[in-house]
Structure formats: structure tokens, C-alpha cells
């Protein structure tokens, strides 16, 4: 499927389709259902009974083995399946990958059609996976057609894009997803549209919330045993680092706005604790707790100690909210 927002696209893809290229780039925010259109596109490409507009049949074999996800002509690469030794989810696409793929594309096509491999995201590749994938993009097989996703263009290798007709997916407008989650029944799309920044395609399990839902308590009133404990449950989660900076800098984001008078963006409930927690910061130690953070968000998905990490930032932040930084 692909979501109302993108209409428009899709009747510009259909347009040219004769004129296609080998490679596409579809970037933009994340969580607007890119990806999803991006399938949406390979399922028309490997169909064998496709509307006047392109669009895939859902009816015919081919359609019925994508659906059921195991068509053989098509090829999909993410990292999410790629884990540490801890568990914890390691967002890089390897080399090793990118090489099974080139082994399988340059053979026969199994149902005599396209073969369409999908990419997501692109700029999880490695350097060395980036520059394997080059070398397949500057002579492409014939009859394949690669689908890249990204949702951070500007972090994927400028070469594959330069390989790539890049197409920008917008976000919906703030309507546009407001009603979308209406729709499903959440009954807070305020709250959930500023936190994702107005992107409505997050899934989030209660857990994760609750857990942010703690931290964000922490941080409008640190202590160092609330922060020990935290800490560790944060680690028994099994969650990224990436996570817990991604939560927190959004706070200090917010809590400078306060600072000059201004509403918060991404926890706008919170209003009235993120003021409180403002008269006990400088704007100076505003931007050191957001130094620490800049510094370690490369490492986010590191597997490094996350506890020790998370204990370590708390108590620097705790430390700045005396006074002391």
C-alpha cells in the first residue's frame, strides 16, 4: 500500500514508467511510510497483470508470492535482523550481504520478469558494503531494478546517489496525520505527532513508553538512586543507546525553549515540569548537557555498556541542574 500522501508520487512514477531508471532513491523524514512505498513500487514492477496507473494486480502469481513474502525474483536488505552478542539490534547493513545479493542478481530471473531488490536504510551500509554496491550500480545487471530507501540522504554515499534518481517523499500535513491516527484509535495524536515530529508511523510498544515515560520524570527531578535504578532498567530492556540520547535530547531541546520563553516541541504535557526544571539551569548548562550527548550519539548503537553510559550522562546532567557544570 502505499499512504494518501503519496498519490501524488506514485501518478509521477506512472507517468514516466517506460522511462524508469535502474535505481531509485526515495528519502525523506522517517516514519512517513516510505518504505512501505517503496514495496508498493516492487510489487508493481514484478506484477504480471498491472492497472493502466501500474499498479500491482493482487491477483496474479506474482502478486501472490510477494504478498505472502516469498517471491524469488525479489531481494530485501535491512539491518534489523542483524544483532550483537548482548541482543542489542545493530543498525549496519555489511558487506557479506551486499555480496550474497550481487551473487544472486546477475542470475536468470526465476519468473521471466524483473528482479527488484529493496535497500532500507541505505545509509546503514557500511563503507564497505556502500562501495560493493557501487560497483553494481555503475554496470547494472539487465532487467534489475534497485530500490533504496533513506531516511537521512545526505549520510549515503554520494556516488550511489549520483546512480540513483532520487525522489523526496513528503510528510503528511499536520491534518493529514492527525486524522490518519484518529482512524486507528489513538486518542492522544497531539502528543504522539509532536514527539515524532508530525511523522504517524511509529509503532511503540507501552513498555517503551513507560520507559520514557521514567526517564522524562528523572530528568524534571534527578536523584542519584532514582538514577541507578533507572539505568539498569534501561539496560535489561535491551534497548540501543541511540534510544535513550534520541529521549533526552528532545528534552533539553525543549527545555531550551523554555528557557527563552517559548512552548516545548516534543513533550508539550510536560510543560509545566520542563519550566520548573528551566529555573535551575543556565542556558550555558543547557548546551553542555547537549555537548555530552553529541559526543556519544556516533556510539548509539555501539555495543558498548549502556548502563554505565546512561548512569554516567544522568549523573553529569544532575550535576549541571546544581549548579556544578
Known amino acids: ?29 522517517k516514519g512517513i511510510g516510505k518504505t512501505e512505498f517503496a514495496r508498493f513500487a516492487a510489487q508493481a514492477l514484478l506484477c504480471e497483470n498491472p492497472s493502466p496507473d501500474h499498479r500491482a494486480c493482487g491477483a496474479c502469481a506474482s502478486c501472490h508470492f510477494f504478498e505472502q513474502g516469498s517471491h524469488p525474483d525479489f531481494y530485501e536488505i535491512t539491518p534489523l535482523s542483524d544483532e550483537s552478542e548482548n541482543g542489542r539490534k545493530l543498525l549496519q547493513i555489511k558487506i557479506d550481504e551486499v555480496r550474497k545479493l550481487i551473487g544472486s542478481v546477475y542470475l536468470t530471473s526465476v519468473r521471466g520478469g524483473l528482479r527488484v531488490v529493496l535497500i532500507h536504510p541505505a545509509e546503514s551500509m557500511n563503507v564497505q558494503a556502500a562501495n560493493s554496491l557501487l560497483k553494481v550500480l555503475e554496470e547494472p545487471p539487465p532487467q534489475v531494478v534497485f530500490l533504496l530507501v533513506s531516511h537521512a540522504a545526505d549520510k549515503v554515499l554520494p556516488t550511489i546517489k549520483s546512480r540513483c534518481r532520487k525522489m523526496v517523499l513528503p510528510a503528511p500535513s499536520y491534518e493529514e496525520a492527525s486524522a490518519y491516527l484518529r482512524e486507528r484509535g489513538v486518542e492522544e495524536p497531539e502528543e504522539f505527532l509532536a514527539f515524532h515530529s508530525g511523522a504517524p508511523l511509529f509503532e511503540e510498544a507501552d513498555g517503551v513508553r513507560a520507559l520514557r515515560a521514567g526517564l522524562l520524570d528523572i530528568l524534571a527531578e534527578p536523584r542519584l538512586l532514582k538514577i541507578l535504578d533507572y539505568a539498569a532498567l534501561f539496560e535489561k530492556e535491551g534497548l540501543p543507546l541511540a534510544v535513550f540520547v534520541e529521549w533526552m535530547q528532545k528534552w533539553l531541546a525543549d527545555l531550551g525553549l523554555c528557557l527563552h520563553n517559548m512552548k516545548p516541541a516534543y513533550y ?20 553542555a548537557a547537549e555537548d555530552m550527548l553529541k559526543r556519544l550519539a556516533p556510539y548509539g548503537f555501539h555495543t558498548l555498556n549502556v548502563k554505565m553510559q546512561i548512569e554516567s550522562l544522568l549523573i553529569d546532567y544532575l550535576e549541571l541542574k546544581k549548579g556544578k557544570g
Do not use: C, D
Open 268 to 287: 508539550p504535557s510536560y510543560e509545566a515540569r520542563l519550566l520548573q526544571t528551566a529555573s535551575g539551569f543556565s542556558p550555558r548548562n543547557v548546551f
Open 1 to 29: 500500500m502505499i499512504y494518501p500522501w503519496h498519490n501524488e508520487q506514485w501518478r509521477q512514477i506512472a507517468e514516466h514508467w517506460e522511462r524508469r531508471p535502474n535505481a531509485w532513491l526515495f528519502a525523506g523524514k
